[in-house]
Structures are given as C-alpha cells and as structure tokens.
C-alpha cells in the first residue's frame, strides 16, 4: 500500500493492475445489465472470435462456413446454434487445426492446458497468455469481492501439491489487501482426522478443499463435540451437496462457496453471494444447457454443457461439450442478472442408464444415508452390465433392515435396477481429486 497525495491509502498499481482492474469492471458491469444487453455485448465478442477463427484456421472457416457464417440476417447466436458441439475427440484428433495462431504470435506468448479428464485420453488446449491471465485473474478478483473474503487473514488449503508457506494470497490479492499467511499442505495420503488436526493446529479463517473433505473433516469435529469457526470453506472441484453444506454450517459455522471451472476453459461460473447457485461469467463464457437433439433445455430440466469461451483465440473454444450436465434457475433476486445455473449434476458419467436406456441424474443421497450414523462412506457404481453397487463403509455390519433401506433408495429412481450393497472394509475412489459417489462404468 502507499499513501496518496490526499493521505489515503491506496493500493500500489502498475500497468498490469491497472489492466487487470478495467477487465474486472468491464466484467462486474455484466452483472447489471438485462440478459438481451449480455447477449448484444456477447454478440460483439463472438464476432471478433468468429472472424479470427475463420482467418487463423482452414478447420474452423469451413465449420463456420457450414454453419452460416457470414449470415445473411439473424443474429450470431443463430450460427452458433447451427455449429456441431466440439468434442474431446476433436481437440484430440484436431489439435493442429483447431488451433488458430495469429502470424504475429510466437511460442513464448501461448501455454497449453492438459487435463486427462475422466477418460484418461488427455485433452490440449492452447492459451494467449497474457489474455488468459488478465481475464482468469480479473474473475479471480470477483470471487473475492462477491464473498467479501479478506487476503490479510490465514488460508489453509489442502491440495496435492508440496507443503508450503507464503507470506500472503499471491500477486493478485496482496496489492490490494495486504498479507495474510497461506498455507498449503499436501494431505492426499492424509486421514480425515489427520486432516482435522491441520485444521486445529492452523486456526484458519478460510480453508480451501474439496466440498468431500471439507465435510468429511466437519465430521470428525461434530463427533468430538467440537465447533471449529470458519470464515468459508473455497471448493472448486467437485460438486456440492447439501448434506456437506449443511455439515459445514454445523461444524464451522461456515458456507462452502462453490466454483465452476474446467481446465481446458478456466472460470466458468461463480456461486451467487446470496445463494447456492452459480451465476455464470457471461463476459468471458456462453453456457448452453442442451438436450441429446441439440435444443435448448429450459430452467429445471437437466441438460449437456457446451462451453464457448468468448477470447479463447490460440484455440477457439465454440461449443465445447465438456462432458458436464447442469440445469438451469430462475432469475435470481440478489441484483446480478447474470444467467443461473441452478443444479450442477456433475460428469455424464454421473448419470444412471435406467433399464429401458434413458440417462437420469443420480439423486443426492447423502441424506437418506445419514440416517444411519454409523455409516462413514459410500459409493455407488453401476456396473457396464447396468448392475448398481452400493458400497458402503460402516463401523458395524448392516442389519438386514438397513441394507434394505439403502436399496430402497436407489429402487425409488427405477424399481427394475438391481442393486446390491456391498459392506466394504475401505471404499475403492479411483485416482483423481474429484470424489464421485456415483459413478457408470461406461460399456
Ligand atoms: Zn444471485
């Protein structure tokens, strides 16, 4: 901080600040307007996108071609709509093509993302820098100030990346609020409790981790009698259910604040400071909720992710289907005007295959379940022959009764799915961060 000529103190700025707080503005001023002006402000940077695309990349002029582009009349919005989704197996196949360098780029100006995703085949995408940089950190900030966080008080976060101690939140938020110590410790080979302990010895005033560990930790607490203050739980990996928003509050006295991102796209979605949903960034991001024909799904009827990343220029994202499926809210009435995403349901893999084909989103049951206590963990996978099995961890075997129960839950979704549960003595969750607790085996 220094102090200014009036006396005062204003965070120290240099041009790339000052950079990144214009595209911040840009983006908060999105909040206010009608969904008709977001869509007219969007329209002028899908031009931009699409016209690039079209000089940079034979691939994409010949799809843009077929979709209309130029259109005649209509707006970009309809050519958008005329465009097949891009797939995982383009970006594998396709890299060379999709991507769009200007002549005037070099290398040193572009990093590539990777992410292996569920399918273990990795996918590239490729990034202007300094674009990426000053957009991911500008929503960054926004997070920040829509959840009223303070980056002068500890961190903790739990990661798998090496322990270490940082004087402050990093280059982002330092210039403006100052230090606070941010820890991180790496805990994938970390016990719950062992986790639990981190969090006493720290005293934190926000912790960043899995929704998943984050309640499982709440847990542990809630079982010793405990009530450990935080100031908010930060998730951004997995999706949120309410039984572990509810054991935060519990446990913490502490919401979890949700994001949505993806590594190919970064931030996509912010969770609303006065609810559970998220808002989508729709400055830097158009989200389309699809059905399996391609037609857009209304509020409350789950559908397909297709992402276009609105300055995606090294690698145009247009309609990337990320695998995600989500619904739609209602306008929400906290004075952002930004679209809602009411329910994120998770990956496609996320879905049961019902006996007679249809996809249906697995129900929460981490309620139900609950109500027996003794059960620590469980897992649902449905086997490629369509078989479901429940695998449950408990600290005393299941009476029959119980095992019954937990049937009952699944049967409610479809009473022909045959399901077994499945006392286990550890719960097998795959490598990866992200916890599912339902899973398909794809066939
Ligand atoms: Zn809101």
Redesign the pocket.
Known sequence: MTKSKTGRMEPKQDSSQAALLEVKSWLRKMETLSVPKQRTMQESQLKLLFNHACNCSAWWRNRLTLAGYPQQAGSLFTVLAQLPPLMRSDLQEHVDEVRAWHPDWTAKEIFTSTTSGSTGLPVRVEKFSAAFNLLYGAVSLIDHEWHGRDARLPLLIFSADADSVRPDWGSLFAPFQGGGCVTNRFTSNCSTEEEAALVLEHQPAYLKATAFRAAAIGEVFLRQGKIVPLRQIISQYERVTPRQREVCRKAFGAEIIDRYSCEECGWLALQ????E?L?VMAGTTIIEIVDEALNPCPPGVAGRVLVTSLQSYAMPIIRYDIGDIAEWGEE?????R?P?IKRLWGRRRNLVRLPDGEMRPMVFHGDDVAKIPEIREFRLVQQKNSDIDFFVRATRPLSVEEVEALRTLVLKIDSQLVVTVREVAAIDWGAGLKREEFVRLES
């Open positions: 609303c400071p006065a609810h949903h808002h929400c009435d906290c004075g952002i930004l809602v």
